[in-house]
């Protein structure tokens, strides 16, 4: 049982309420099918286990445009395979464009160079239909692959969504991503074209990609042609590079307007990866209509993104959060591109393009939220944040302190939207919503449309209150159609639908509240099996994010031959701090006060640093294995680190173990 006091955070007004889409929604569908469903349990019932009835009225509701009707809108409930509006022929990217307008910009974007600007509809619309006609005349047709390597910039958003109109399939990997990292990924799926940088800045220094992008290029055969973006350097030349043009002079390809491809609902829209921490990253295929009828409803029914309103989430081109933030111009929004560190010159340098760029949605990651809370920000002092209307939060679970900082230091009256999905769904299964209230350290709720549970190891519900795995027991049109080049589809089963046949295990440990609140508590991969009892890691770093001195950890729990077990932890001090007795005694008896006494590790042990995945995970399994004496090769993979030379301390550490 996870016994936790919250406190209240947040309430919507009568204006929030009044305003929702998913007000206007429940408004509708009673009006429209007789369904009287006015209060939120009660609709997320319903289109759970309902998911054939919610998803039509999503597709009427939001009038997608489909150039042939479907003939079903669902084939059965039968995980994998099941099929979504059949014989459907749709584009993502002409529902993207029906919401230009000249009254709003399309994009605004910034880096930390000072560079930066906004691109209005017409002009994103002209420069997408030229590089349209560009990658048409070099013989690009639907289903061929367009791989990048771009920063998050305006070049990227162009790129995605001249590739989306021809029906061209989409990849993308930022520039901070290693040669082996990019060929590991781009390899599989074999691309035509490669749009690729010259380099790019990050923490005030230049990172020259020229020889990584010619690398890339000899270990990808199929490539045809390069657009080449001289982004570091303005002066940049595609030297040594196949079939090479300037993206400017790609960008003059005369075009006769921007077309759209009519696609079937299942079409490749874009493919994303796993983090590739123990081998070579699964290549995961979204479809054009699953991901547009999710990002239709998450946009609007979840985020509450209204039309005008600025869209902002910190990422880059390999996090899917990028590809979520191009879809936050289905809802009418301005998407609001960051190129930098989040940290350069100063942690407040987001704060401050939140106010510089009117941002009405703000997004970022909670180890970010947890940063600024250390280093003692309060950027409602700092800067005017007036616009602001809510603060989305992923990427790992936000601990009950950052919710309290979020409100005492950013926006008392703001709406914090803390959510959790993944690269496997291309949104969020759980997460805002602008009818139910926030409280401290909990998701508002389970999506509509995701019939989410909290299972036991046998299968069955556990009781509300209890951690068991996440599962979700009906199929969603945004799961992956397929993995690419996993023709028998076992890398598919193998990967979320093995554990429990026939339902989708995520792999995160999951509380659901008796008040339908939610509490994830880390990855059930890294499960501490204490004695017989299960912890998740994230109630320990919840626990130890409130100890000064330490800026991050590591815990683990290692079982021996023998049936025993040891669990240590591993710390990052901040610096000046030193781990003494009194620290390491401030540690134990903060996770005996606050978890329990199967919380408190065997070992207290300072790291040089914690190794992190590019996409910014913990590696908590791979360190598991290397301390375990598993071959290196198997235990990690270096090229998808963020700081793969934190990890020589834990291989150094494993000789010291019996």
Same mark, same amino acid.
């Given at each position: ?23 206007? *929604?429940? /408004?509708?569908?009673? !009006? ?103 990658? /048409? ?10 791989? !990048? *390597? ?49 380099? *790019? ?69 874009? @493919? ?37 309103? /600025? ?6 081109? =390999? ?13 009418? !929004? ?31 990651? !909670? ?121 028998? =589809? ?9 554990? *429990?046949?026939?339902?989708? /295990? ?15 508590? =880390? ?31 590591? @815990? ?57 995945? @590019? ?44």
């Amino acid at each position: 049982m996870l016994e936790r006091e919250t406190a209240l955070l947040w309430t919507p007004d009568d204006k929030t309420r009044e305003n929702a889409h998913l007000t206007r *929604y429940m /408004r509708w569908l009673k !009006a429209h099918k007789r369904l009287s469903l006015d209060h939120y349990p009660a609709l997320w019932a319903w289109s759970a286990e309902h998911p054939e009835a919610f998803w039509e009225t999503a597709w009427e509701y939001f009038q997608v445009i489909s150039h042939t009707p479907y003939r079903q809108v669902l084939s059965g409930y039968a995980m994998p395979g099941a099929r979504w509006f059949e014989g459907a022929t749709l584009n993502y990217a002409e529902h993207v464009f029906r919401c230009k307008s000249p009254e709003r910009p399309a994009l605004i974007f910034q880096n930390e160079r000072g560079q930066g600007g906004q691109l209005g509809w017409a002009d994103l619309e002209r420069q997408v239909a030229a590089l349209a006609q560009f990658l /048409r005349q070099n013989g690009v047709q639907r289903g061929d692959r367009i791989a !990048a *390597y771009l920063p998050n910039t305006p070049h990227a958003a162009i790129a995605v969504l001249a590739a989306m109109s021809i029906g061209a399939v989409w990849s993308s990997c930022s520039p901070d991503f290693g040669v082996s990292s990019v060929v590991d990924r781009f390899a599989q799926i074999e691309p035509k074209i490669l749009i690729a940088v010259d380099g *790019y800045t990050y923490n005030g220094k230049p990172f020259d990609k020229r020889e990584a992008v010619r690398d890339i290029c000899r270990q990808l055969p199929s490539l045809q042609r390069v657009v080449f973006v001289p982004y570091l350097d303005e002066q940049a030349r595609p030297e040594g590079l196949p079939g090479a043009v300037l993206w400017d002079e790609a960008l003059q390809t005369p075009a006769n307007g921007l077309a759209f491809e009519p696609l079937p609902f299942e079409h490749p829209l874009w @493919i994303l990866y796993s983090s590739g921490t123990t081998g070579v990253p699964k290549a995961i295929v979204h479809s054009h209509g699953g991901n547009l009828l999710e990002h239709l409803k998450y946009l609007h029914f979840h985020n509450d993104v209204h039309p005008g309103e /600025r869209f902002f989430w910190y990422s880059t081109t =390999g996090w899917m959060m990028w590809n979520f933030t191009i879809g936050s111009l289905l809802a009418g !929004a301005t998407a609001v591109l960051y190129d930098g560190s989040p940290a350069y010159p100063s942690l407040d340098v987001l704060w401050k393009l939140a106010e510089e760029a009117r941002i009405t949605h703000f997004g970022t990651s !909670a180890p970010f939220i947890v940063s600024c809370r250390k280093a003692g920000l309060s950027p409602k002092d700092a800067f005017d944040l007036s616009a602001l209307r809510s603060i989305g939060s992923t990427g790992s679970p936000l601990p009950p302190e950052g919710f309290r900082w979020v409100y005492e230091r950013v926006k008392p009256d703001v709406w914090l939207s803390s959510m959790s999905g993944g690269t496997d769904v291309c949104t969020a299964w759980v997460g805002g919503n602008p009818l139910l209230p926030v409280y401290e350290g909990e998701i508002q709720c389970r999506c509509l449309g995701c019939a989410m549970e909290s299972w036991d190891e046998d299968g069955r519900p556990v009781p509300p209150g209890e951690v068991g795995e996440m599962v979700v027991t009906r199929p969603m049109p945004s799961m992956p159609v397929f993995f690419w080049n996993d023709p028998d =589809g076992s890398k598919y089963r193998s990967s979320y639908f093995e554990h *429990y046949p026939g339902v989708w /295990r995520h792999g995160d440990w999951l509380c659901i509240t008796p008040r339908q609140t939610l509490v994830i508590l =880390g990855r059930s991969d890294a499960t501490l099996n204490r004695q017989g009892v299960r912890i998740g890691t994230a109630e320990i770093y919840r626990a130890l994010d409130k100890i000064p001195g330490i800026r991050d950890a590591l @815990i683990l729990n290692i079982e021996r031959p023998d049936g025993s077990d040891w669990m240590p932890l591993f710390v990052l001090l901040e610096p000046g701090a030193a781990l003494d007795d009194d620290l390491q005694q401030r540690i134990r008896q903060t996770l005996r006060t606050e978890c329990s006494p199967r919380h408190v590790p065997d070992a207290i042990i300072a790291a040089p640093d914690i190794p992190y995945t @590019i996409s910014g995970k913990k590696m908590e399994t791979p360190v598991k294995k290397i301390l375990q004496k598993k071959p290196l090769d198997k235990a990690y993979n270096p090229d998808s680190m963020r700081n793969p030379e934190a990890m020589q301390f834990f291989i150094e550490w494993a000789k010291k173990l019996l």
